[in-house]
């Protein structure tokens, strides 16, 4: 064989593998381009829990986490495998689980794209090993189109119902209850808005999502004190109980501040953890809110409203609280809110 023939050979090959090389950067392009979700892992995921898993809800207001909170979820899921759901961002809040409060074996993150995600194997698999799973904050308009009717949902009612943990915060909280506020148009309601037009389109209330026996007649805000959602609570509660059925209780509104976490035990009893001393919840009972009106702005009166702080406890489904913080009547008139009279005794 001739040098120019060896020269040729030696370049044929090489052309070669530059080709093959392209091939491959490009498939795995179009592979990572067509999946409908992003995946991050924190920790290893072999192994099981290092403790009983146990079940529980933690309902989170949106702020910063409180520690011990996370480290009581934690300890619901075994010290074991978390998986964290969202449709926005990416991983950090794997590395904030796994890497600054500690304590469990991986954290595992899915960003869903889009609805297809509910269908991917790997993702279902995850979710239904999962010894804890946390749905993120994001825009919970994403999580209705993404999850509702799919796997997705169905795996999370699986999880609690075989008695294993669930968190949420901001709208992933706002997820959780038998009713939800949708925000399917995209613009976050506000009390005002809520009050002068509870029935109206913007008030997007949403049901069959999931199916939670510790939530059951209950709808949940998020952000509470800190945004000044009584308001928009109220008009939730409204909507969502026009056509509820009359031979049900009404519907409970639960809204929890930013600093503040509901610890859920399994027989429904829960407490208040909190990053700031003032940081509570707060139940609205939904008899005043069954309205025979379903136009026109909020006129009620005698809406009662009880404060969840760090010594009381709450009961759910029920929504009976211990040693409340407050206990106050509100009244709207006409979209207006009134001053509220404290209840004595």
Known sequence: MTRRD??????AKACLAIALGLAGTFSAAVAAQAR???HYVEGNLAGTAPDKVSGGLLLMGGGDRNLDAMRWFFAKAGHGHIVILRATQQ???????YREVGGILSAETFVTRDRSAADDARLQDALRHADGIFLSGGDQGNYVRRWKGTPIAAIIDAHVAAGKPLGGTSAGLAMLGEKLYGCMDGISQ???????APFGPSNTIEDDFLHLALLKGVITDTHFKERDRLGRLFAFV???QVGWPGDRKPLIGLGVDESASLAVEPDGSARIFATAPDGGAWLVQGDALRLPVTSGPLDVAGIRVIGIGHASRLFLPEGR?????????????????QRPVDVVG
């Open 190 to 196: 506000t009390s005002g808005p809520a009050l002068a």
């Open 321 to 337: 609280v211990e040693n409340p913080a407050f206990v106050r009547d509100y009244a709207v008139s006409k979209g207006v809110m």
């Open 238 to 240: 409204a909507k969502a």
């Open 6 to 11: 060896l020269f040729l050979r030696h370049l």
């Open 91 to 97: 991983g950090q809040i794997g590395k904030e689980f």
């Open 36 to 38: 409908s979700y992003h």
